[in-house]
């Protein structure tokens, strides 16, 4: 979907009203897809796609649309016809519309005329694809959008039709580092504002759209179906082609209340030829089963935490108390940690000397870590192992900006192999007044900065709550203004690194219920160094954060 989208809605004179006018690993494509399973049901398409063809063959298109298999359509405007009419159309082609687009204007002029043509077309949705420009330069701007939306919403419930917004990559552009589209969710009702989530463009966007489909599960009922073929161009491609993983991710979003599956592509050169290949590869998907763990958090354990226990016995005792994974292994012990049953959820690209210090802030190290991690991201997808740990370095003598510069300059670099292979490069943060002196990521800011710049779902931080909390502390107001930038967590006790327990100065269950709550779908990895009985306190540890 382009911003060309505002304009085709306006002009094909729908809603405004047609009365009115007289009528996001492996690359994807080798990943092994599911033998068995649930399917994923009816699939639908956004019309949009087709927009040309129906500009000249309405009705014909329509059936074309058919015949490739399609049940549901999702349209973008009528085209000069009536909502009657074009009702008649869909009962004779065995079409349903479960939703509609409408421009954001409607809401102040032909709502009235909305209402009534989603009743005519048999709609249960109506959704707003797109803000106007003029109204999204500052966050106030979209809490008043807001406003106008829970305005709308109220107005369709009362005629038994649910409200919905529709998201592009420019609502995850960042503004006073927060992301526009969680500023507006948190500021309309949820009971009456929706979203459709078009994957697409959160995926493009550098988010992640199962942190959505956690912190807000049930208010995402119709997601936007198509794929990318990732950094740089971006590319958009038919479903099942390109880089997204698409099997866990619509198991995903079914458990999180999706009905709704609607394929799209923007500007296919073959626009028939493209939905019908995409129909394809979902009507054949199998969706996998979603992976068990208690609570709403994935753990796992630092190995150099329990350097004593032999790999396999520290797998076995750890997968007992619940734990999912160990975490910062070296790729010689990924298989011992999957032949036990565990995930590696944090893996190093290769075993070397001052591997803190050597990081991405410094041009001179570039090829060498570029290299290190070409070799271990494909290893990594084939391992299963979901993350690799980055450093920033030690200042050398440079300013911050141009520290920062050369971050963002080496990470973009790597990022479209991270994207390919679904491995994502954790970039960590350290505190340089106790342990790491002279270490250039001491801050979030500075860590959120470069992450946003490199836009990329596969480049996050690595929210070390230890060496945060003894540069910043306000921890849980930091996790929550942050979290589309964190891809995983370390704990430790403070002082000490030593349990987390109450015998330090962090509540670290009220931690775990701040990351839980952000929707947070990744790793908090245990790097804490016990007093006593290690597997005690790991015991305790995972108990802190089962939420």
Same mark, same amino acid.
């Given at each position: 979907m382009t911003t060309n989208r505002r304009d085709f809605l306006v002009t094909s004179g729908f809603a405004l009203g047609t009365a009115a006018l007289g009528t996001l690993a492996l690359?994807?494509?080798?990943?092994?897809?599911?033998?068995?399973?649930?399917?994923?049901g009816p699939v639908g398409v956004q019309l949009y796609t087709v927009r040309k063809a129906m500009q000249s063959d309405f009705e014909g298109t329509l059936q074309k649309v058919a015949a490739i298999g399609y049940k549901q359509v999702e349209f973008a405007g009528l085209l000069g016809h009536s909502s009657s009419e074009v #009702?008649?159309? &869909? +009962?004779?082609?065995?079409?349903? @519309?479960?939703?509609?687009?409408?421009?954001?204007?409607?809401?102040?002029?032909?709502?009235?005329?909305?209402?009534?043509?989603?009743?005519?077309?048999?709609?249960?949705?109506?959704?707003?694809?797109?803000?106007?420009?003029?109204? #999204?330069?500052? &966050? +106030?701007?979209?809490?008043?959008? @807001?406003?106008?939306?829970?305005?709308?919403?109220?107005?369709?419930?009362?005629?038994?039709?649910?409200?919905?917004?529709?998201?592009?990559?420019?609502?995850?552009?960042?503004?006073?580092?927060?992301?526009?589209?969680?500023?507006?969710l948190d500021a309309t009702d949820p009971k009456l504002v929706g979203f459709e989530l078009d994957l697409y463009w959160i995926v493009r966007s550098g988010q992640d759209p199962l942190r959505y489909f956690n912190r807000w599960p049930g208010r995402c009922k119709l997601v936007h179906v198509k794929d990318t073929k990732g950094a740089p161009e971006q590319r958009m491609t038919d479903v099942g082609s390109g880089i997204i993983d698409w099997p866990p991710l619509l198991a995903r979003a079914r458990s999180a209340g999706v009905e709704y599956f609607l394929v799209e592509q923007d500007d296919a050169a073959e626009p028939l030829a493209s939905i019908s290949t995409s129909f394809s590869y979902l009507q054949n998907l199998r969706l996998p089963a979603i992976p068990a763990h208690h609570g709403r958090l994935k753990q796992s354990i630092a190995r150099w935490t329990a350097k004593d226990v032999a790999l396999p016995d520290l797998c076995r005792r750890a997968k007992k108390i619940g734990y999912d994974g160990i975490d910062l292994l070296y790729p010689d012990e990924w298989p011992i940690a999957?032949?036990?049953?565990?995930?590696?959820?944090?893996?190093?690209?290769?075993?070397?000397?001052?591997?803190?210090?050597?990081?991405?802030?410094?041009?001179?190290?570039?090829?060498?870590?570029?290299?290190?991690?070409?070799?271990?991201?494909?290893?990594a997808a084939q391992a299963g192992v979901p993350n690799l740990i980055a450093m920033f370095g030690n200042r050398h003598g440079a300013s911050q900006a141009e520290d920062m510069a050369s971050c963002v300059s080496g990470?973009?670099?790597?990022?479209?192999?991270?994207e390919k292979h679904g491995v994502t490069i954790c970039v960590e943060l350290l505190n340089s007044r106790v342990d790491h002196l002279g270490y250039a990521g001491d801050h979030t800011a500075f860590g959120v900065d470069v992450v946003q710049a490199v836009r990329s779902l596969r480049v996050k931080l690595l929210y070390d709550i230890y060496h945060m909390q003894i540069m910043e502390g306000d921890v849980i107001r930091t996790i929550r203004n942050n979290i589309p930038w964190i891809g995983h967590f370390h704990t430790g006790g403070i002082p000490g690194r030593h349990e987390i327990d109450g015998s330090q100065e962090l509540n670290y269950r009220a931690v775990a219920q701040a990351i839980a709550e952000a929707g947070f779908p990744g790793y908090v990895a245990h790097e804490f160094l016990p007093v006593g009985e290690p597997f005690k306190a790991f015991a305790d540890a995972y108990q802190i954060f089962d939420v």
């Open positions: 690359p994807r494509s080798v990943r092994p897809a599911p033998a068995s399973g649930p399917t994923l #009702r008649s159309m &869909l +009962d004779r082609l065995g079409l349903t @519309a479960p939703s509609m687009h409408v421009p954001f204007e409607s809401l102040d002029t032909g709502w009235d005329a909305v209402i009534d043509d989603a009743h005519h077309l048999g709609c249960r949705h109506v959704i707003v694809p797109s803000i106007p420009s003029a109204l #999204r330069a500052s &966050l +106030d701007d979209y809490r008043r959008v @807001a406003d106008k939306f829970t305005r709308g919403a109220q107005r369709a419930a009362k005629a038994d039709l649910r409200f919905a917004y529709h998201n592009h990559d420019i609502d995850f552009a960042p503004i006073d580092r927060q992301l526009p589209f969680d500023v507006l999957r032949d036990a049953g565990m995930t590696c959820s944090m893996g190093y690209a290769s075993r070397r000397q001052a591997f803190i210090q050597t990081g991405f802030n410094d041009p001179a190290h570039h090829a060498m870590l570029l290299a290190e991690l070409e070799a271990a991201i494909p290893t990470l973009s670099k790597i990022a479209p192999l991270a």
